[in-house]
């Protein structure tokens, strides 16, 4: 079973940086895509970013604006969200995701628990 943690969420200034890290770990065959999602209260899950497996990034959603970045270590199986220039309507949870090759044929989602970054205006 793989499971993905998250970490690096907390509170920052308007204007301020965070950075998201996301490790899977577990019987780990091969990860394609993986992804970041967001979740503000009251709102819908939306897609942030998303990376293949060979480190070209393939989305961004509009509201990123070239302030955030996505980036993968396929060694470590990690994904990393940097995030610049934050603004309080960047306050959600924020979690990963990532496709996990179990064996040919069985492609499941993997999603990580979430982790919250706050703005503070």
């Known amino acids: 079973q793989v499971q993905l943690v998250e970490s690096g969420g907390g509170l920052v200034q308007s204007g301020g940086s965070l950075t998201l890290s996301c490790a899977a770990s577990g019987r780990i065959n091969i990860i394609y895509d993986m992804a970041w999602y967001r979740q503000a209260p009251g709102k819908q899950l939306e897609l942030v970013a998303r990376i293949i497996r060979e480190g070209k990034v393939d989305y961004y959603a509009n509201f990123v604006e070239g302030r955030f970045t996505i980036s993968r270590d396929n060694a470590k199986n990690t994904v990393t969200l940097h995030k610049n220039s934050l603004n309080p309507e960047d306050a959600a949870v924020y979690s990963c995701?990532?496709?996990?090759?179990?064996?040919?044929?069985?492609?499941?989602?993997?999603w990580g628990q979430g982790t919250q970054g706050t703005v503070s205006s």
């Open positions: 995701n990532a496709e996990h090759l179990e064996r040919p044929g069985k492609l499941p989602t993997i």
